[in-house]
């Protein structure tokens, strides 16, 4: 069996954090063979940084997604094609700089990971992630890879959704992210794909996905502009726990999880 744990989107220092504290809890809980993490809000809620990047990893992350916020970082555009397990999306224009995909070898075998981005209501000029998704997905296979994990960051949950039917089957698992906040319909597909349309974010539990309250509320009262500071404590992880068949790669369980913690 192989056990793949996916953490939503890490939101600031407070995120960063409660992400640290959690992970050897569910290492020894869970003994995954790959941890995979959304980071692209680490750095002060917009995008990472290559140190960041080489925190996650000191601490246990196998991979990091990103999404919109991928180049908010100059720091992580010049030096992102050195970091081969830091994945901008896939289906960006083919010109920016960095992979989208990376096949992590494991005692269980190879494992891909592969990071998307939807096109609704979303500011980059993206390429149709379903193909892009699909072609990529079939490469893996063909590489040998026994899971495959697919983070689809979007806006959108029809278009979350919409992905997970396309690759069921295909994929180990489709996990969204983007909207912070988790959603109730973790599930396996009929052709053996495990799905979620978001699995949540880690960092503040009292703000507005991630962000100070108060601020959030007095910008929509208003409708003025405000700063949005990064939320504070407690702070929490969020996250889905995917078991699969090593001969196959389909999905044998997901477990949605949710964990706080006090500073």
Known sequence: ??????????????????????????????????????????AGGRGITPRIAEEFFANGISAITLGD????????????????????????QSNNPGSGSVLLDTPKGKIGVISLIGRTFMRQSAQNPFL???????????????????????????????????????????????????????????????AITDVGMCGSRDGVIGRNAADVLQAQITAMPCK??????????SGVVITADESTGHALSILPFNRYYDR
Request: glycine fraction near 10%.
């Open 69 to 92: 916020h991928v180049w908010d970082q100059q720091e992580l555009a010049d030096k992102i094609d050195t970091m081969p397990r830091v994945l901008r999306p896939l289906n960006l």
């Open 1 to 42: 069996m192989i056990t793949l744990i996916f953490l939503g989107d890490v939101v600031g220092e407070p995120g960063r954090l409660a992400l640290y504290r959690a992970l050897p809890e569910l290492q020894a809980e869970f003994m995954p063979d790959a941890i995979i993490v959304n980071g692209e809000n680490a």
């Open 132 to 194: 892009v998704g699909m072609d990529e997905a079939k490469r893996m296979v063909a590489e040998g890879a026994v899971a495959i994990l697919v983070d689809m960051h979007g806006e959108a949950t029809s278009e979350k959704i919409s992905m997970a039917l396309h690759l069921d089957g295909s994929v180990t698992g489709v996990v969204g992210t983007h909207t912070h906040v988790q959603t109730a319909d973790a599930r396996i597909l009929p052709l053996g794909t495990a």
């Open 228 to 237: 949005l500071n990064i939320g504070g404590w407690p702070a929490g992880v």
